[in-house]
């Protein structure tokens, strides 16, 4: 079945270190990925997407992605985490489809 | 508008009760859609509307969810005889078609059934 995971339902990181978050697909053919942050209380923000082309996706916020099909990943990394960065961020594909399924996210905390 | 909108943003409800979350999608947007997240979940999806009609409505979980969309514009998720497992965050998102190219979420309406 089609699917989406993302491990590590908890990470933590020092301000200015890197955040990486992980995210795996299951498909026999490369979804659209997407990730999305979520701030308390808020509705889900589109950061980067992959469609076709660069396999390395720029996003806002100073986050970027890479898609490598021989892994069937999609991780989510920044360089330098802010203190603004804590939040839940959910990685999301398109299998062919209209629906969006989603992961069940990772919330992000930052370490003063 | 500049962005989803979505009404009201808190809901508490009595058990049995009826409900109704309304969706005002990005003018423009003809493709709409409806989600639930429950706690400490990711998003499920419950509808997709490409104009009036319904174009996939699989994750509809039973015949108490209903959701209608009338002009095109507008959608209403509507809830017969709730039961404390409806209670959720219910997004709704739109974009231009089907082009699956991410889609704009509204901020949720959050339903507490008790």
């Known amino acids: 079945a089609q699917s989406v995971t993302q491990l590590g339902s908890h990470v933590s990181v020092s301000e200015g270190a890197l955040v990486l978050l992980r995210c795996n697909y299951s498909?026999?053919?490369?979804?659209?990925l997407f990730w999305y942050v979520q701030y308390p209380n808020q509705g889900l923000q589109l950061l980067l997407k992959?469609?076709?082309?660069?396999?390395l996706v720029k996003g806002i916020n100073g986050f970027e992605a890479e898609f490598k099909k021989s892994e069937t990943s999609f991780h989510l990394t920044k360089p330098s985490a802010h203190m603004s960065d804590a939040a839940e961020y959910f990685c999301?594909?398109?299998?062919?489809?209209?629906?969006?399924?989603f992961g069940t996210g990772t919330r992000l905390t930052i370490i003063p | 508008g500049a962005g989803v909108s979505q009404t009201p943003s808190n809901k508490v409800t009595e058990k049995g009760k009826y409900v109704e979350l309304r969706c005002d999608p990005i003018?423009?947007?003809?493709?709409l859609y409806w989600y639930r997240q429950s706690l400490g979940q990711g998003p499920e999806f419950l509808i997709y509307?490409?104009?009036?009609?319904?174009?996939?409505d699989s994750g509809l979980p039973n015949d108490r969810f209903f959701a209608v969309r009338p002009e095109g514009s507008v959608s209403t998720l509507k809830i017969q005889r709730t039961e404390r497992g409806d209670s959720a965050v219910y997004l709704c998102?739109?974009?231009?078609?089907?082009?699956?190219?991410?889609?704009?979420f509204g901020s949720g309406t959050r339903l507490t059934v008790v």
């Open positions: 998102a739109s974009s231009y078609r089907d082009e699956n190219y991410g889609y704009t």
């Open positions: 498909s026999s053919v490369p979804p659209y």
């Open positions: 992959y469609t076709t082309g660069a396999t």
């Open positions: 999301a594909a398109f299998f062919g489809n209209e629906k969006l399924t």
């Open positions: 003018s423009g947007h003809t493709a």
């Open positions: 509307f490409q104009g009036t009609g319904a174009a996939d």
